[in-house]
């Protein structure tokens, strides 16, 4: 009977192992699906952050700069920027055309 227990105890400790090495194996794949689920649930939650991101991830591979993108609810930041650029435009139009005055 002891001899039974033994071996069991044995071979519950051998599978142990194997599946602890099993997962050791598997980690980086177990990232990337927690990484895939928690995308897909930002995409659910909030569809317009994540169109934000998706616009400024695929625009990074061009060589000029583009700065971060509005929120489309954020009502605050959006008229800071329109006012921003206004007066960026204003500063290079009297820069531009102020021999010709």
Not at 59 to 84: F, G, H, K
Request: glycine fraction near 4%; charged fraction near 25%; hydrophobic fraction near 50%.
């Amino acid at each position: 009977m002891t001899a039974a227990v033994i071996t069991i105890g044995v071979i519950a400790v051998i599978e142990l192992a194997v599946i602890a090495w099993l997962m050791w194996l598997r980690r980086d794949e177990t990232k990337d699906v927690i990484a895939l689920a928690d995308r897909l649930a930002r995409r659910i939650q909030a569809p317009q952050v994540a169109a934000v991101e998706l616009a400024n991830d695929t625009d990074t591979a061009s060589a000029t700069y583009a700065p971060q993108a509005l929120m489309p609810d954020d009502d605050q930041a959006y008229w800071e920027s329109r006012e921003q650029l206004a007066e960026r435009a204003m500063r290079e139009e009297v820069n531009a055309g102020g021999g010709d005055r």
